[in-house]
């Protein structure tokens, strides 16, 4: 029985995002997102710790070995909670090397009995992140595709209601 873990802020989860777990999936008895509570991230993320949750269990549905749980410790003392011996992360472009090899070297240091291993975006999502989804949508670009249906109308509500906030 293997069991992995699929970490991030998920704010919010992107296609590029579910396209990792999917593949992550397919590759494991069980999957475990991770959701990192993250309040210092770029100002605090967009969305809360249960909106980000609701947005992957959604996108996940489809999915039947897969679960969504949040967290706010050290990730492989979660890993280790959850019994997961793989962390797995998705890697773009070369940008993402330095600082996903840094994260992998310090959590070996820490766990050298959890592996991390990383999966390749496919070049539609190369350049596709949570925060350029949020710039494109604040400016009123177009953001279909590339993040799930649910988190779209999420955005769309959002921006709306920061926009009424500053009027
Ligand atoms: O989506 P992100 O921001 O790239 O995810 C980063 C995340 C949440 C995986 C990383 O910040 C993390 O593991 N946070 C938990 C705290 C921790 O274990 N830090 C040490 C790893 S350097």
Redesign the pocket.
Known sequence: MKRGMC?????PVTSGHIDIIERAAALLDELVV?V?L?PD?GGGPLFSIDERCDFIETATEHLRNVWVRP?D?????FASEVGASVII?GLRAVTDFE?EF??AQ??YR?SPDIETMFIMAIPEYMYLS?SAVKEIARHGGPVEGLVPQQVYDALAERLVESRQGRT
Do not use: H, W, Y
């Not at 410790?73 to 003392?77: F, G, I, P």
């Open positions: 970490p991030g802020t998920f704010d991770a990192a993250s991230k967290f410790t050290l990730l492989v003392e992360k600082r840094q994260m310090l959590n820490i949570s």
